[in-house]
Structure formats: structure tokens, C-alpha cells
């Protein structure tokens, strides 16, 4: 038996602090005295857990880790506004956007895992495991839990499950240092907290449900050659919503947004000397496949979509003998990201009004890609 135990302490102080104002007449607001909206409400979490796991190996070729986290989550909220927005405070008081009085939450909850790895021939393994976890619900912004909603809530939930093989060849007929892993996932999240915003900031109002995210990945690498490396990746994923209500307003079946329903990658790299140095090109492809939009103004997914698209990048390592006394070895690295300069939108969304001016609500507003990008880095070894 292996036996393992740990734990961690995290302690966070956030500051919520926003205003809203129109520096334009009539209104003359200002930042430290905002016409519209503002806020400044304080969140102190500390976050404690203790974990112990004991790694059984009943056969030579089987290893069994159960494992238990326990966890303690406390909140001390506390409202700031009329401390940090005094003017605004006295003349819109209504327009403060944390309107409840403070409050301290605790949660406590326990974490049970399992996995599995078994080892029936040399070249083969499989593996499975089983998790449970906990998480604090999203808080901040202009409402939700605490500043407009009282917190009584219980923490998001997710339990999930994977299971699939390994096959590892070293030196195969065909087959040098293969790689291939291919495993089927689900993950069920529950206890959702999804508070609303528009544009301005300002809380529209909060959504709860569950969803189940379930997917197959699979991944392969290969020498080909002693120094040339073939590699790829694909994950398709289908996630969905079990129960989803917003407004009184039950959208039970919609599919998750801002999830693709796939992503692959292949590339190669290869390495070679000339001139002393080692050289290392390398070419990959990314495609994201489509995924739902999500429509601010209904409070839930889109039935529109985000296209798919995908990349090609290109990269160049190297590593330079100086054979000087102080410098012993350089490395550069060059990247080219997007090299065919590709226009595409990884995310984008409906507006529920309140951008860019005029009646904007029910158009679809996106974030373009970044076009082709070069970094470079130089390291020495001394």
C-alpha cells in the first residue's frame, strides 16, 4: 500500500467594485459620483480541505486508489457601497446594486474518489475512475447571490466518470514509442448557479439547473521515423441541459452553450543537425467545432451557432552549442500561430440590447480571432 495525505488552504478577498455614469449634461456623473448603477460589496472566502488516499496494488499488475477529500467553504460577505460611493449613496440610493445586509455562510462536504489501472499484457492498459466535487457558485457582478438574492443556496456539484485504455509500443514492426489512449467520459453537474447580466451591468435575474457532459477522447503519437513525430487528437461531446429554469420558464433539453461538438488536432514534428545545430520544425492543425450561441436577452442557449473553424501553425526550435566559458548553450523558438491569417469568431452571443448604441437586442455580437500571431523566445544556459 501507498498511502497519501494532504490538503490546502486558500484564503481570496474580492472586491466587486464597479460604476456606471453618464459624464454628459444633464447628468454629469463621474466615477466617484455615477448617475446609473454602481457597487462595491466585499467577499472574503477561505477555503480549507484534507485529503487522504491509499493506492492498493492486490496484484502485480492492478492498482486500486480509493480515495476521500473532506471540504470546508465559509463566506463573509459585506456590503461597501454607501462607505465607498458616499455622494452617489445620498442623492440615488436606489441605484446601489448590493441592497441585502452582510451575511457569513459555511458549507462542509465530502469528496469520495476511485480509480483503477490494470495492466493485462505489457503493451495494454485500462483504467477507470469515479470522483465526486464541490464549488462555490459564481458570485459578483451586479446581483445575484448575496447582493440581491440571500444566499441560501448549496454548493455546484459534479460527479463524473471516465473509462478506456492505454496501448504503449516501444519498438513494434511498424510501430515506434505509439501511443494511444481513447476513453468515454461523463460528468454530471448539478446544483448550477447562473446569474444574469445585461450590458450594463445590471441583474436581470438567475437560471438553475443541471447538465451532463458526455464525450469520447481519443489520442495517438508515433515516431514515424527516428526523428520525425506524427500526433493527433479528437474529442466529440455532446452536453446537455437535464433541467434549466430561468423566470418561471422551464428549457429542459437545451444543449449547453459555448460547447463544441468536437475539436481535433494533428501535426508533426522533426528534428535534425546541420551546422551544429538541432533543429526542430513542427506543424500543427486545431479545428473547434460549432457550438450554441448563448441569447442574453432569453436567458438561455441559442438555437443559433457558432461556426466551426480550425487553424494551421507552424513552429521552429533551437538549440545552438556557443562553446563559449560563460554561455554554454542557446535555444530559440519561434511560434506562427494562425499562419494562414484566418478570419473566425471563437465566441459569440445574443445581445440582449445595450451595445453599441440604437436597438441592439436579438443581433449577434462576436469576438473576433486573433489573426496570425508570431512569438519568439530566447533562452541561454550558462
Known amino acids: ?15 466587486s467594485r464597479n460604476a456606471f455614469y453618464n459624464p454628459n449634461p444633464p447628468y454629469f456623473g463621474s466615477q466617484s459620483v455615477p448617475n446609473a448603477h454602481y457597487r462595491s460589496d466585499y467577499w472574503d472566502q477561505t477555503d480549507l480541505a484534507v485529503f487522504a488516499q491509499d493506492k492498493i496494488s492486490p496484484l502485480s499488475n492492478l492498482d486500486i486508489t480509493p480515495g476521500i477529500r473532506f471540504i470546508n467553504d465559509q463566506t463573509n460577505y459585506y456590503p461597501g457601497a454607501q462607505a ?17 445586509p452582510a451575511a457569513n455562510v459555511s458549507h462542509h462536504d465530502t469528496e469520495p474518489s476511485i480509480s483503477a489501472n490494470y495492466r493485462p499484457l505489457d503493451w495494454l492498459a485500462l483504467f477507470g475512475n469515479y470522483a465526486v466535487a464541490y464549488k462555490e457558485p459564481q458570485v459578483g457582478g451586479g446581483g445575484g447571490l448575496y447582493q440581491s438574492t440571500p444566499p441560501i443556496y448549496n454548493l455546484e456539484k459534479s460527479q463524473d466518470y471516465n473509462v478506456g485504455f492505454k496501448i504503449h509500443v516501444k519498438n513494434g514492426a511498424y510501430l ?3 501511443l494511444l489512449s481513447a476513453s468515454y467520459y461523463h460528468l454530471h453537474f448539478s446544483n448550477q448557479y447562473i446569474p444574469l447580466f445585461d450590458s450594463n451591468g445590471n441583474y436581470l435575474g ?7 457532459y458526455k464525450g469520447v477522447n481519443i489520442s495517438a503519437s508515433d515516431d514515424v521515423l527516428y526523428n520525425l513525430n506524427v500526433f493527433a487528437n479528437l474529442n466529440i461531446e455532446k452536453a446537455d441541459f437535464n433541467n434549466y429554469v430561468t423566470g418561471g420558464v422551464s428549457y429542459n433539453g437545451l444543449p449547453v452553450a459555448n460547447v463544441p461538438n468536437r475539436t481535433f488536432n494533428i501535426g508533426a514534428t522533426y528534428q535534425y543537425y546541420q551546422s551544429g545545430v538541432l533543429w526542430e520544425p513542427k506543424i500543427w492543425y486545431q479545428y473547434v467545432g460549432a457550438q450554441n450561441m448563448f441569447d442574453n436577452g432569453l436567458g438561455a442557449t441559442s438555437n443559433q451557432k457558432i461556426p466551426g473553424y480550425g487553424l494551421l501553425n507552424l513552429g521552429l526550435n533551437g538549440v545552438v552549442p556557443t562553446h563559449q566559458s560563460m554561455v554554454h548553450t542557446v535555444h530559440f523558438s519561434i511560434d506562427v500561430l494562425n499562419a494562414t ?11 440582449g440590447g445595450g451595445w453599441l448604441g440604437g436597438a441592439s437586442k436579438g443581433q449577434v455580437l462576436a469576438l473576433p480571432g486573433a489573426p496570425r500571431t508570431i512569438y519568439a523566445s530566447v533562452t541561454a544556459d550558462f
Open 1 to 15: 500500500n501507498v498511502i497519501s495525505v494532504g490538503g490546502f488552504f486558500l484564503k481570496s478577498h474580492y472586491n
Open 176 to 178: 515506434h514509442n505509439f
Open 206 to 212: 438567475d437560471a438553475n439547473g443541471d447538465s451532463v
Open 341 to 351: 491569417n484566418k478570419q473566425y469568431n471563437p465566441f459569440e452571443f445574443v445581445t
Open 84 to 100: 465607498d460611493f458616499p455622494q452617489a449613496y445620498a442623492l440615488y440610493p436606489n441605484n446601489n446594486q448590493g441592497t441585502l
